[in-house]
């Protein structure tokens, strides 16, 4: 089985750092981004299976950057995650087709796990498509 690639996006270097070396550590292949400017330029080259995005980014907001994202993998499981969550914001978030929403501090177990469930389901519709075909 490939290994599964994650595109963490957060402005704040620890929560990244601490996110992505969870991520790493339980066999998950970890790109790294600081801005939507970034992810999109890593996008381009690397595509991941799943993505999880702070919130609250230098140059606009997870919203901005699902758009982009979704333009080049329109199935691409992605997590948004804030600090400043409201009830708003998250019925927003899966309105605008974010897969699943999480207040910070995160707990790395339910995030890995919520990965992992999610790129299943994705493969499980691609091997779904390609069987009808």
Same mark, same amino acid.
């Given at each position: 089985?490939?290994?599964?690639?994650?595109?963490?996006?957060?402005?704040?270097?620890?929560?990244?750092?601490?996110?992505?070396?969870?991520?790493?550590?339980?066999?998950?292949?970890?790109?790294?981004?600081?801005?939507?400017?970034?992810?999109?330029?890593?996008?381009?080259?690397?595509?991941?299976?799943?993505?999880?995005? =702070?919130?609250?980014?230098?140059?606009?907001?997870? $919203?901005?950057? /699902?758009? +982009? !994202?979704? %333009?080049?993998?329109? *199935?691409?499981?992605?997590?948004?995650?804030?600090?400043h969550?409201?009830?708003?914001?998250?019925?927003?978030?899966?309105?605008?087709?974010? =897969?699943?929403?999480?207040?910070?501090?995160?707990a $790395?177990?339910? /995030?890995? +796990? !919520?990965? %992992?469930?999610?790129? *299943?389901?994705?493969?499980?519709?691609?091997?779904?498509?390609?069987?009808?075909?």
């Amino acid at each position: 089985m490939p290994v599964t690639r994650i595109l963490v996006v957060d402005d704040e270097p620890s929560v990244r750092g601490i996110v992505a070396q969870y991520l790493a550590a339980r066999g998950f292949e970890v790109l790294e981004a600081a801005s939507c400017g970034a992810a999109r330029e890593l996008q381009a080259t690397w595509r991941p299976d799943a993505a999880t995005i =702070d919130y609250m980014l230098p140059d606009g907001n997870a $919203l901005d950057l /699902l758009v +982009a !994202l979704r %333009e080049t993998d329109p *199935a691409l499981p992605v997590v948004v995650m804030t600090g400043h969550a409201t009830i708003d914001l998250a019925v927003r978030a899966i309105q605008q087709g974010a =897969d699943h929403f999480m207040t910070k501090p995160v707990a $790395l177990g339910s /995030l890995a +796990a !919520l990965i %992992e469930r999610l790129v *299943a389901a994705r493969r499980d519709r691609r091997r779904t498509r390609a069987a009808e075909v």
